[in-house]
């Protein structure tokens, strides 16, 4: 105030996380290069502690089932959930029309099903019921549907095929929580209580089509290590034309040997030479452009 500039004496304690720039914290570097923080950053803090997400499947069973117990439905709740009931009819020619979906068919068949059979509700009605679900409705887990969520987040924890963790997408307890809210969401669309299994299964089926979307590749091809924030596919084929360029024993290449390279390992032309400026210009470049479009190894 008035031009006076002043140093006042102030304690605080700050406490701050961050998260690896990879998503998955590598112990062959650093703090700073994991987190991307300054050195003189880093050296204000007085404790540092790094918090791992190792594969332990005794330790992912405990948390899931620790967080799935925060969203269950209280012990002493004397309520039971509602099931679901199919009515089915003749209509006259031996087919039988029911006036709910059967209830072996998948949501995707469902929706198509209810899609042909029911007339479409007025808008005005959609929004009063979306209202009144958010206001009033507040579904508990039950412990069939979490026992549904929990297996599933541990088949993504660990694959059936026997995929590397490290290969694909990091899967964390938010992904588990993400389960939770889509399950709730799906029973309170029905002004339900309880979140039944079917909810869950539902839920899951979600999910899988979502992650199916996000790994296929331009051939139609699941590849487990697409995915993610960063880009995980493109890191896997940098390191493998890498590779290949040193097996070559060369330290000098032209365009011809770099498309010849990257035939042999499928990489695809349309974004082969943003791959290469990506080696050419991160922060610890690997490659170098000379004269003649010559390339040469770091």
Not at 140 to 159: G, S
Not at 180 to 205: G, N, S, T
Request: hydrophobic fraction near 35%.
């Amino acid at each position: 105030k008035a031009g006076v500039v002043a140093s006042l004496p102030a304690r605080c304690c700050v406490i701050a996380a961050a998260n690896p720039k990879q998503g998955k914290y590598n112990m062959n570097k650093t703090v700073a290069e994991n987190l991307n923080v300054s050195p003189p950053l880093l050296s204000r803090f007085d404790l540092v502690f790094i918090l791992r997400d190792e594969v332990d499947t005794d330790q992912d069973k405990l948390v899931s089932g620790n967080i799935m117990d925060l969203y269950r439905q209280p012990s002493g709740g004397n309520r039971a959930p509602h099931t679901f009931t199919t009515m089915s009819h003749n209509d006259g020619h031996g087919r039988s029309i029911g006036t709910s979906p059967p209830g072996q068919m998948t949501m995707k068949d469902r929706l198509a099903w209810i899609a042909e059979t029911q007339k479409p509700l007025p808008i005005d009605l959609v929004r009063d019921y979306i209202s009144y679900a958010r206001e009033y409705c507040m579904p508990k887990m039950t412990q069939e549907a979490a026992a549904v969520l929990k297996d599933y987040f541990m088949t993504l924890r660990y694959p059936e095929d026997g995929t590397k963790r490290n290969d694909s997408v990091p899967i964390t307890t938010r992904q588990l929580e993400a389960l939770i809210r889509l399950a709730q969401a799906r029973a309170k669309a029905c002004l339900r209580e309880f979140v039944l299994k079917q909810d869950a299964e539902d839920v899951v089926e979600l999910m899988r089509d979502s992650v199916d979307q996000v790994h296929m590749d331009s051939s139609g091809r699941l590849d487990r290590t697409r995915g993610g924030v960063v880009g995980k596919s493109k890191r896997k084929q940098k390191k493998a034309f890498m590779d290949a360029l040193r097996q070559t024993n060369q330290n000098s290449f032209s365009k011809d040997d770099f498309y010849r390279i990257s035939a042999q390992l499928d990489l695809p032309l349309n974004d082969f030479w943003g791959l290469v400026d990506e080696l050419r210009y991160c922060d610890q470049p690997e490659l170098r452009k000379g004269k003649n479009d010559i390339y040469y190894l770091l």
